[in-house]
């Protein structure tokens, strides 16, 4: 069985050689500290975390899972004193405020990092993310005393949070949500209510647990404008003293995968709580706490086919089976390696193409968030929020759908062992399966971007990106060396707008349309922005693949990938434009009742 390796190479070459995170850091307020030298530091640092203490759990996690017992949850064997270790090194605060305790790095940072312990081990890295999350909401909308008490201890590691928004009979549907907030004389708040598949809501690694929950007010307005956001601790602080609230676990979910976290029921019977942010204004904080938790599912996709790669390349190396179809490669032998066989290299490829190609477009997006938090005029930074509103949903819904075809096409080169446990590929397939669900579906992801993000500003962030990827297409250099892919780019910038202006024109007369043209839009537009960060990291990649010498292997490669995805998976495009034109009047035509013929 192959152990998860840190791809650090391939992170530096997203990193610096196609994104410029140097640059980056430079033109930001108060990031220029982020050197080189100090960046590649943290991240072996890091790797060696992931690479030695977390990946020796993944298995383990998995078979042993979370236990609940009268309330309280107990994680895996190993689970607490490797978070003991993640909190004893301070990774916590890597991209937090130093005021409060944090050590004042930037937000790309720790994502980037993120996406290494999510290959490393995906069930542990879940009692982080919404660590991160609170934070960063406190941070934006706490006052100043909620964020004395509370952001220390988040940042240290010593407490965990949460975000508390399902409830029984609402999923995404938030407007529907019960759970009650009353105030009280002392201007705290009583909750009163359930919430569900709530990622660690209760575990045995902190001592404390900061549930963020959506409620309403008495009197509220119905729907998404009568919600109000709490801070809820597990355990209230006084004084010095942590004292009980009315915070318990009902009951931990058995699931298809990511078995190491505990996904709870959380019942809030009259507890005392704090309002965060405006009243009625909860949801909109919250939104912040989710667009991050988007971008972290979508290096989750990431994460997946890298482990999956890994595993699957490993294995195609090794394993013996027939001859290659142009001779022998491996005439000593009985049998070549698989690796020799077209369809097994096609499987490797996609995998390989997907986790490379999403990796540097989550880079991209990681800089986004940098420029609109440090960003220093306003112009970068509304620029930087519009490419935030557009590129999140189509990085969480496509990364996460083509990380889990990623995560099958390794099961598959396994062939029969793949479908074994020791092999830990199913694993990694049961794992990824919930990236496409959870943090707002791919259908939700798909009415966000086409609905919100597209048609409610007339295409006009999608002009300003299609503009964006044109200049980089007529560069000089990208130009003449990669003739084929920019004629692609060219084509693709007209037609995804083009297909956004029929969806509206539709969409006028048959509301309909807009949500029957929503997946194919999201996956048609992954498949372009994909094109333009392959293309991106082809250029990166040209000088230093024809100048030879060492490391030239490394960029040789790139091209080659490169190729490979505008040849054998940008094509797949052409069938979401398709579907996308022929409308949505099959998919409505069908009668309810003959749904069951």
């Known amino acids: 069985m192959t152990n998860y390796k840190a791809p650090l190479r391939d992170i530096a070459f997203a990193m610096s050689e196609v994104c410029d995170y140097q640059a980056h850091y430079e033109r930001l307020f108060g990031a220029d500290h982020a050197s080189p030298d100090l960046v590649e530091a943290i991240t072996g640092e890091y790797a060696r975390f992931c690479e030695n203490v977390l990946a020796p759990l993944y298995r383990t996690g998995d078979e042993e899972g979370c236990r609940w017992e009268g ?7 190993g689970f607490k004193a490797a978070y003991d270790q993640f909190v004893a090194a301070g990774w916590p605060g890597l991209a937090c405020d130093p005021v409060h305790g944090g050590q004042g790095l930037l937000r790309s940072l720790a994502l980037i990092l993120g996406e290494m312990s999510g290959s490393a081990n995906i069930a542990f890295t879940l009692y982080t993310g919404g660590l991160a999350g609170a934070i960063e909401t406190l941070a934006v909308f706490g006052t100043e005393e909620q964020r004395a008490v509370y952001e220390p201890p988040l940042i240290e590691g010593r407490w965990n949070a949460t975000m508390c928004l399902t409830e029984p009979h609402c999923g995404s ?7 009650r907030a009353e105030p009280a004389d002392d201007g705290q708040f009583v909750i009163s209510g359930t919430k569900i598949f709530i990622t660690g809501g209760e575990h045995d690694l902190a001592e404390n647990i900061i549930h963020l ?21 597990k355990l209230l602080p006084v004084g010095e003293a942590l004292e009980p609230n009315g915070v318990s676990c009902g009951s931990i979910e058995h699931k298809m995968g990511i078995k190491g976290s505990a996904t709870c029921v959380m019942h809030f019977d009259r507890a005392r709580g704090y309002m965060l942010g405006e009243p009625n204004r909860g949801l909109s904080a919250m939104l912040r706490f989710i667009n991050a938790s988007r971008v972290r599912a979508a290096f989750q996709g990431v994460s997946h086919a890298e482990l999956g790669f890994q595993k699957s390349l490993s ?7 027939m001859r290659s179809l142009s001779g022998p490669t491996n005439p000593e032998g009985p049998a070549d390696p698989i690796i020799v066989h077209p369809d097994v290299r096609r ?24 420029v609109v938090e440090h960003g220093v005029d306003d112009a970068q930074r509304r620029c930087a929020e519009r490419r935030l509103d557009l590129l999140t949903p189509i990085a969480k819904g496509f990364a996460t759908e083509t990380g889990f075809e990623a995560a099958n096409l390794a099961l598959q080169c396994f062939g029969g062992h793949g479908y074994i446990r020791e092999w830990g590929v199913e694993q990694n397939v049961r794992d990824a399966r919930i990236a496409t669900l959870y943090e707002g579906t791919t259908g939700i992801q798909g009415l966000d971007l086409i609905g919100r993000k597209v048609l409610a500003n007339q295409g006009a962030a999608l002009r300003e990106f299609c503009d964006e990827i044109d200049a980089f297409r007529e560069t000089s250099q990208v130009r003449s060396a990669l ?13 995804w707008q083009a297909l956004a202006r029929q969806i509206s024109q539709r969409a ?19 498949y372009v922005c994909l094109a333009y960060f392959w293309a991106r990291s082809a250029g990166a990649a040209l000088s230093k693949a024809r100048a030879g010498g060492d490391g030239a292997s490394f960029y040789q490669a790139k091209l080659k990938s490169a190729d490979f995805y505008f040849n054998h998976l940008l094509p797949r495009s052409r069938a979401h434009a398709a579907a996308i034109g022929n409308g949505g009047a099959s998919i409505m035509a069908l009668e309810e009742a003959h749904f069951a013929f």
Do not use: W
Request: hydrophobic residues 40%; negative net charge; aromatic residues 8%.
């Open 347 to 370: 499987m490797l490829l996609t995998q390989k193409v997907f986790a490379e190609g999403n990796r540097v477009m989550l880079h991209y997006l990681a800089q986004q968030l940098d």
């Open 508 to 526: 006028a007369t048959d509301a309909n349309e807009m949500g029957a043209a929503s997946v194919d839009f999201l996956m048609y537009s992954g």
């Open 173 to 179: 549907d938030l407007g529907l949500l019960k759970t």
């Open 483 to 495: 003739v084929e892919h920019c004629r692609a780019l060219s084509e693709l910038t007209t037609e």
């Open 213 to 233: 929950v959506l409620a309403r007010l008495p009197y509220a307005p119905e729907g998404n404008k009568g919600i109000s956001l709490f801070i809820v601790p």
């Open 315 to 321: 294995y195609a190396r090794d394993r013996m089976q």
């Open 71 to 77: 309330g309280q949850v107990h994680t895996p064997p």
